[in-house]
């Protein structure tokens, strides 16, 4: 029997990594030439250097997501903030806070921490989701952020596709699923069909839109925000990665890690239309100002993300659907997929292990 995962972001990672490790035949197939999906890491000519596509950041309460990095011997790739203390600045004032979650602060935190938990406003966000977001967050271990020493693909990604080695294809897009309206009978890459065996079984671990071109009849969320994430390299370095929270100006969340500072803005829409060095400009000042730099930076990247996350209205909740199909071979996984979490890392990981007992089932 074999188990094909289509899709290498986190979901399928997590999905591909967890049937190895019980002794299961599996093929990962991957379109992009890199594994990863919407977290990765890459290499960037802009400012020479490996940055993250955008600011990841775990909780400790991502109980799934932590259960990942330590099964792929990854955990000590990240580094956890304890105790949990979120350094904050109003970048209208100048105010400098730190909250101490649980508790001590969270009032003025609430905003930013649900935007960048559910990538959309709050005001427009389900109330269940938001309700999950910070029944989650009643413990300071709970609450610690985890941040990744050096980037989210070498502890997230680079040791799953390690596990994996040759059983991870790259650049291995699936272009249809021939069915004879019961079961998936063949995978069809291209010019490649690859027949199905009575116990073979799948998996499509991509995102919404790219499931549903393969499954006409899926319902799945349309509705998606965006984040922007501005990447400066800088002539300083700091010793230890330095995460501040902003309210009153453009940036959310600043991430100064080696000499590259990242920001991060949620639910980003209405910046999409902006270049990126009109939105450099923007954000340099705010970056100078929460961190105290004179100067300019060496260089800077811009990265803007679309459909970053699926939007978090209850519309789009409503829209989210389970791990089985009607198809009896055929499961899903993704962050989109119906888990009871936000459409984040964690969500993506436990998409995949409950996509993996289902098909090892
Ligand atoms: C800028 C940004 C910042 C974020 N910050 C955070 C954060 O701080 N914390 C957090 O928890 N989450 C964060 N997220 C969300 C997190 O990145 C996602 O929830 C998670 O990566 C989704 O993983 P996935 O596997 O479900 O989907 P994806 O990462 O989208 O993976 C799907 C994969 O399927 C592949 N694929 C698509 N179509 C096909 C096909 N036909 N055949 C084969 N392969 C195909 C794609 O190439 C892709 O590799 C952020 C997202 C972005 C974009």
Same mark, same amino acid.
């Given at each position: 029997m074999v188990i094909h995962v289509v899709g290498a972001g986190v979901a399928g990672l997590s999905a591909g990594t967890a049937l190895l490790d019980a002794g299961a035949d599996v093929l990962v197939h991957e379109a %992009?030439?890199?594994? =990863? @999906?919407?977290c990765r890491s890459y290499d960037d000519p802009e400012i020479g250097r490996r940055i993250d596509t955008g600011t990841h950041l775990l909780l400790g309460a991502n109980v799934h997501a932590l259960a990942y990095l330590r099964r792929l011997g990854a955990l000590d790739r990240m580094i956890e903030g304890v105790p949990a203390a979120y350094p904050f600045i109003d970048? #209208? #004032?100048g105010r400098r806070w730190i909250v101490r979650p649980p !508790?001590? =602060?969270?009032a003025s935190a609430l905003h930013p921490v649900a935007l960048a938990a559910l990538n959309t406003e709050p005001r427009e966000s389900s109330w269940r989701r938001l309700g999950a977001v910070f029944g989650r967050l009643l413990t300071e271990s709970a609450c610690r952020p985890w941040i990744a020493s050096t980037g989210i693909g070498d502890a997230m990604v680079d040791p799953a596709a390690a596990r994996l080695g040759d059983r991870l294809a790259l @650049?291995?897009?699936?272009t249809a699923l021939e069915t004879d =309206?019961? +079961?998936?009978q063949r995978l069809v890459f291209g010019q490649e069909r690859v027949p199905l065996a009575p116990g073979d079984r799948v998996i499509l671990a991509v995102p919404p839109h790219a499931a549903a071109q393969l499954l006409p009849d899926l319902m799945f969320p349309t509705e998606h925000r965006a984040i922007v994430n501005a990447h400066f390299q800088v002539q300083e370095t700091s010793p230890a990665p330095r995460l501040i929270g902003c309210v009153g @100006?453009? %940036?959310q969340w600043l991430l100064w890690r080696g000499d590259v500072i990242s920001v991060t803005v949620s639910a980003a829409d209405r910046l999409i239309g902006e270049t990126p060095a009109a939105l450099a400009k923007r954000f340099w000042p705010e970056v100078a100002r929460a961190f105290e730099l004179g100067g300019t930076p060496v260089s800077a990247r811009i990265v803007k993300? +679309? +459909?970053?996350?699926? %939007?978090? *209205?209850p519309a789009m909740e409503r829209l989210r659907p389970g *791990? +089985? *199909?009607? !198809?009896?071979n055929l499961s899903l996984a993704g962050?989109?997929?119906? *888990? =009871?979490?936000?459409?984040t890392i964690e969500s993506a990981v436990r998409s995949g292990a409950i996509a993996a007992r289902l098909a090892l089932a």
């Open positions: %992009a030439p890199m594994p =990863g @999906g919407r970048l #209208s #004032s !508790f001590r =602060g969270l @650049g291995r897009r699936l =309206g019961l +079961r998936i @100006g453009l %940036a993300e +679309r +459909r970053a996350t699926i %939007a978090a *209205t *791990t +089985r *199909t009607r !198809f009896a962050d989109w997929i119906r *888990t =009871g979490l936000p459409a």
